[in-house]
T-cell receptor, first 112, second 114 residues
Framework: GESVGLHLPTLSVQEGDNSIINCAYS??????FIWYKQESGKGPQFIID?????DKRQGQRVTVLLNKTVKHLSLQIAATQPGDSAVYFC???????????FGKGTHLIIQP | KAGVTQTPRYLIKTRGQQVTLSCSPI?????VSWYQQTPGQGLQFLFE???????NKGNFPGRFSGRQFSNSRSEMNVSTLELGDSALYLC?????????????FGPGTRLLVL
């Protein structure tokens, strides 16, 4: 079954606002998490990752937060731009033979 | 450094045919993984190759197979195509085994089975 999921299939935000995309996972053994961005007609593009020994990691305009207590992962995008419109996937490594398991994705829509 | 490349980008086949897709990983990457992406099932892991050996396999029938060459390039083959095989097939590479390193994806091959 699906071990990684996202709370919302679609998220619409105003350009310039901050976006928060959430993801819940169920495998307590997962120790590595990645966020990918997929634009129409393209393959997933790596955004940021985090290991289980961290709670927070920041990149350029993006921050990933990991709450192991409630098995929750979030991606924050600051000052969203039209180019941020895409489907965002979280992925986890549960340590088993399947390696990375992907959620179904959240479609982020940026309103002008 | 060039990214992951996949050929062909688009493919149309009919039921019962077979198809071979190709993937060239990022230079220096030894692990290649294949995924099937459909609107209904999302991204599903097919298999992983590392140093020419299949290390892991997802829950797909035996019609799906693959191989990796000494230069780390990989191919996947689907025999006896079914309508449900229509999907975007993605290849991802990483420098080590995929479960220990970030995977970088190619643009995918969109397969349509008629």
């Amino acid at each position: 079954g699906e071990s990684v999921g996202l709370h919302l299939p679609t998220l619409s935000v105003q350009e310039g606002d901050n976006s928060i995309i959430n993801c819940a996972y169920s495998n307590s053994a997962s120790d590595y998490f990645i966020w990918y961005k997929q634009e129409s007609g393209k393959g997933p593009q790596f955004i940021i990752d985090i290991r289980s020994n961290m709670d927070k990691r920041q990149g350029q305009r993006v921050t990933v937060l990991l709450n192991k207590t409630v098995k929750h992962l979030s991606l924050q995008i600051a000052a969203t731009q039209p180019g941020d419109s895409a489907v965002y996937f979280c992925a986890e490594n549960g340590g088993g033979a399947d390696g990375l398991t992907f959620g179904k994705g959240t479609h982020l829509i940026i309103q002008p | 450094k060039a990214g992951v490349t996949q050929t062909p980008r688009y493919l149309i086949k009919t039921r019962g045919q077979q198809v071979t897709l190709s993937c060239s990983p990022i230079s220096g990457h030894r692990s290649v993984s294949w995924y099937q992406q459909t609107p209904g099932q999302g991204l599903q892991f097919l298999f992983e190759y590392f140093s020419e050996t299949q290390r892991n396999k997802g829950n797909f029938p035996g019609r799906f197979s693959g191989r990796q060459f000494s230069n780390s390039r990989s191919e996947m083959n689907v025999s006896t195509l079914e309508l449900g095989d229509s999907a975007l097939y993605l290849c991802a590479s990483s420098s080590l085994r995929r479960d220990r390193e970030t995977q970088y994806f190619g643009p995918g091959t969109r397969l349509l089975v008629l």
